[in-house]
């Protein structure tokens, strides 16, 4: 047998042709791809998604009229080009109301989310400001643990061993309207001079009675540590710190020690004192120049400082107060209200702290104190410049100390 009989022949059958409905489904396809993953503006996918639904439809009516008219239909009474129409038209508005609501989705996303960071950045501004509130009203070492034992309806307070203590009070000054504002404007003065002592010394002013400054240093156990870390600094007052850290060093023919350490903050407190008493000549000095003011006021200041232990703590639930207690504060406040104007009147303990860095301190006398009875208390000694005026064992022992080096 003739191999050929056998095998099976491929006819090409000329009359058929490509499925209708099936080029119809895949142009559907690319219709959806187009609009729902490219990644460009809405309006321009539906515009790509119209323009080839269109271009397939003019091809399919004039190129394959035939064709499309005898494939099958949807209904028998539709034409089954009208179906072909009516699949693209139902593809592409179903296509367009889900990017519209995928649209509309992602814009209220958008909102939310701005509308979150807007929140977040509020609360922020809020515990910003809340922060820099207390920092206002209370010590920057206070202000987080006081936070946190606010939380837990704790009462906050601390103990402290070595503190010394100012109350420096305005003499010839009567609380008047016009006096007020240059209350202000003296105790703003005071107020930049102890930003500098703040940060750097943790001085921190307790509050203003009347027109009394209170104010005390040693309420943070970080300012030895402050005072050594800044050792190579030019500041004037630094370098003072390190004369009496040479001359106490040399005075007492040993090194520094943790007591000493602790006592510096009478040191320190003293010469803030020091600094307030300039302040104030300056601006007597400026008053002194303008008609009105040269009336009102000529003030003098007497200050107290006092140093041991004292309580301190943060009382009241609202409009809160960090307050310190205990006999130092007591008595500080009776050096400044048994002081002299112009001078710095300080208790026996003081004053012999004092000596130990150099500054000498002239007896005053007995003095009568309220409930403590007769006390010898000292006047600390400046000159007419406001400076300190040194012992003479300083000046000897710092002598000694240069030869031997
Ligand atoms: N934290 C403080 N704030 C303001 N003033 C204080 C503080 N601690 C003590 N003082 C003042 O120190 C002074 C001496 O206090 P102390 O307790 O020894 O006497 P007192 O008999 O209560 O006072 P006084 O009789 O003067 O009213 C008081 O005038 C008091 O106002």
């Given at each position: 047998m003739h191999i050929d009989s056998i095998q099976y022949k491929y006819e090409p059958d000329f009359m058929m042709c490509f499925a209708p409905w099936t080029l119809t489904c895949m142009v559907c396809l690319i219709i959806m791809m187009s609009i729902i993953f490219t990644r460009i503006p809405f309006n321009m996918r539906i515009f790509i998604g119209l323009l080839e639904a269109i271009s397939y439809l003019i091809i399919m009516f004039y190129q394959y009229e035939y064709v499309v008219h005898t494939s099958l239909t949807t209904?028998?009474?539709?034409?089954p080009e009208y179906a072909h129409c009516l699949l693209i038209l139902v593809t592409l508005l179903v296509i367009f109301f889900k990017e519209r609501q995928t649209e509309f989705d992602n814009k209220i996303n958008y909102k939310w989310s701005v509308e979150l960071i807007k929140k977040q950045d509020d609360s922020r501004i809020a515990a910003q400001s809340i922060t820099i509130l207390l920092h206002n009203i209370l010590p920057a070492h206070v202000v987080n643990v006081y936070l946190t034992s606010l939380a837990k309806h704790e009462l906050y307070y601390e103990s402290y061993d070595m503190v010394a203590v100012m109350f420096a009070s305005l003499k010839n000054?009567?609380?008047?309207l016009p006096n007020l504002r240059v209350l202000n404007e003296i105790i703003s003065e005071f107020d930049q001079i102890l930003s500098y002592y703040r940060d750097?010394?943790?001085?921190?002013?307790i509050k203003i009675v009347g027109s009394t400054y209170m104010a005390a240093c040693g309420?943070?156990?970080?300012i030895g540590l402050n005072i050594k870390n800044e050792t190579?600094?030019?500041?004037s007052l630094i370098q003072e710190v390190q004369r009496a850290r040479l001359l106490l060093a040399a005075f007492q023919k040993k090194h520094y020690s943790i007591t000493d350490e602790k006592e510096e903050v009478v040191f320190v407190l003293t010469t803030f004192a020091l600094d307030l008493m300039r302040t104030l000549w300056v601006c007597n000095n400026d008053y002194r120049n303008i008609p009105i003011d040269r009336d009102v006021f000529n003030a003098d200041m007497s200050i107290g400082i006092s140093s041991g232990e004292v309580m301190a703590g943060v009382v009241g639930a609202s409009q809160v107060q960090y307050d310190i207690w205990g006999h130092a504060a007591n008595m500080a406040s009776r050096m400044d209200s048994t002081g002299v104007a112009g001078k710095i009147h300080v208790t026996q303990n003081t004053a012999l702290i004092l000596k130990k860095y150099g500054i000498e301190c002239k007896y005053r006398g007995m003095t009568y104190v309220k409930g403590q009875g007769i006390l010898p208390t000292y006047f600390v000694d400046i000159d007419a410049n406001y400076e300190f005026n040194y012992t003479q064992e300083s000046y000897d022992s710092i002598a000694v100390e240069s030869e031997s080096n």
């Open positions: 209904n028998p009474y539709f034409l000054f009567e609380l008047t750097k010394y943790r001085v921190e002013k309420l943070d156990v970080q190579r600094s030019h500041d």
